[in-house]
């Protein structure tokens, strides 16, 4: 008879370690608290409109790259177009200076080269890196936990290449190689880029060597339709997804997880547990504070969280696919904006109409969003539901106002608005603080935290998945880490781990 795996969360690691257990015939079984799949990975409708709430850009969209094969195991890609761009994005500061920063590497070199001469060796030292990294891929094979002596020699002999660049990455921050720079604009426009100067340099560098092979592309249909499609997967496979149930505790028995409770006093049981939940409820909440392990309370207790963010968008009926030509336009302003406790310079845009099926005909669905880090000033106006209504119309007045100082006719042309506070981010997936990410991983902790546990002490047959365990995060690493653990269960019980592939 087949074991059978319970799985807490129905987001791309749920998902995927249901599609990695049913390939290795287990009984698997999801259960969500929303109505929905994908967790973090969603969109939503509003009227004719789409508006999508996760991918930027999607490492392995090219069947060139070696994720790529992970999302062909799950049903993801298969059909589905990959949209890229020419451009990542475009700044203007109050000079009227702009960057245009190219997802091709020697592009954006002529660029930043015209704009700073004198910044001649810094530039040309990023894009030698965005350009070595182009050669480098992903290991899409083991688990680390089952690495041995013969996995680890080759590996470090396929790494050789890239040892002294890749230390070189990961031992300053974006911020801190953008204070290199003499020229101005570059030296503030660097760190905006991801959106945190605490990142190594190694995240913008690859994030930029995907751009440049064209492996960083927006799925057609958008985050949720990605998510729907491993859902598919998953149920085709024979899994069963049950949607709408909380999962309040994790059954424990002789030191086993041997299945969960619902909210509504229902008992799941199972011979396996796999949280794909947020890691600060499953050990705190879920396990009663009982099973956690000393790296994860000191990770929550000393490294810097992800911010959350404050997203507004807006569906008008205009066609903005002349207007803006890049991922998103970004502008510094006159007066800044107001965004609870922080004041904002500049705003980002970013235009949908290159996914045509996200707006209706001759019509637009356009996003800015504001990364913010005071939690604790929504979790406060959120208790008095006048006053955070009131602050969600003043924001989207705000923003529609600069984008109108730039796009004439665009105040009159709304038809929907939507806006997402670090809030709905609790509400909807019970992230810790509202974050979308996990920790940032800054050069000190990437070397004192390689590898995050996916396990805690004293409790068997039962794992963490997701990108909390693989931070800072982001939709890959919510498959990769489910298809360790499946790994992992298949050694456990002496099974051959398989995957297959569909080809439809």
């Excluded at 761009?85 to 960057?99: P, S, V």
């Excluded at 299945?259 to 049981?269: A, P």
Aim: hydrophobic fraction near 40%.
């Amino acid at each position: 008879m087949a074991k059978k795996v319970v799985i807490i969360g129905a987001g791309i690691a749920g998902l995927s370690a249901g599609c990695f257990a049913r390939m290795n015939d287990y009984e698997a079984e999801i259960y969500e608290s929303h109505n929905l799949p994908g967790g973090l990975c969603t969109a939503w409708k509003r009227k004719q409109y789409t508006i999508d709430g996760c991918i930027h850009w999607l490492t392995g969209s090219s069947p060139d790259y070696s994720f790529y094969k992970v999302w062909q195991e799950l049903g993801a890609v298969q059909g589905r177009r990959m949209l890229n761009h020419e451009a990542f994005t475009r700044l203007t500061n109050k000079d009227g200076r702009t960057f245009t920063v190219y997802c091709d590497a020697d592009k954006l070199e002529k660029q930043m080269l015209y704009l700073s001469p004198e910044d001649a060796e810094s530039i040309k030292l990023l894009c030698r890196l965005i350009r070595r990294f182009t050669k480098f891929q992903i290991p899409v094979g083991k688990p680390f936990e089952r690495y041995t002596i013969f996995d680890i020699i080759p590996l470090i002999i396929k790494m050789l290449p890239f040892s002294k660049d890749m230390n070189f990455c990961n031992s300053i921050t974006i911020g801190e190689f953008a204070s290199r720079f003499k020229d101005p604009f570059l030296r503030e426009s660097l760190p905006m880029l991801l959106w945190e100067k605490d990142y190594p340099l190694l995240s913008l560098v690859v994030t930029f060597a995907l751009l440049h092979m064209k492996d960083g592309g927006f799925p057609e249909g958008g985050s949720l339709e990605f998510a729907r499609a491993i859902e598919k997967r998953f149920i085709n496979l024979g899994g069963k997804i049950f949607y709408k149930q909380k999962v309040e505790k994790i059954l424990i028995e002789n030191g086993c997880a041997v299945g969960i409770r619902l909210s509504d006093g229902c008992e799941v049981r199972g011979d396996y547990v796999i949280s794909a939940a947020d890691l600060k409820t499953t050990p705190y909440e879920m396990l009663d504070g009982k099973f956690i392990d000393p790296m994860h309370e000191e990770m929550f207790r000393t490294v810097k969280l992800a911010p959350s963010s404050v997203q507004v968008s807006f569906g008008v009926n205009l066609d903005l696919s002349n207007q803006l030509d890049c991922l998103s336009d970004s502008w510094e302003l006159s007066h800044p904006i107001q965004i609870g406790n922080r004041k904002f310079n500049w705003i980002f845009i970013k235009n949908y109409c290159f996914d045509k099926t996200l707006a209706p005909p001759g019509k637009s669905v356009v996003e800015s969003t504001f990364v913010v880090d005071d939690f604790q000033y929504w979790e406060n106006l959120v208790k008095d539901k006048v006053a955070y209504s009131g602050e969600k119309e003043r924001i989207a007045a705000s923003v529609a106002e600069e984008i109108e100082r730039k796009y004439p006719g665009f105040k009159n042309a709304i038809e929907v608005t939507d806006i997402v506070t670090p809030m709905t981010y609790v509400r909807y997936t019970g992230n810790w603080k509202g974050t979308y990410m996990t920790w940032v991983i800054s050069p000190d902790i990437v070397k004192k935290y390689r590898m995050v546990k996916k396990t805690v002490p004293g409790l068997d047959n039962f794992w963490l998945s997701g990108m909390w365990v693989q931070p800072p995060g982001g939709v890959p690493t919510g498959a990769m880490t489910s298809r360790d653990i499946i790994q992992l269960m298949c050694k456990k019980d002496k099974k051959r781990f398989r995957t297959e592939t569909p080809q439809n």
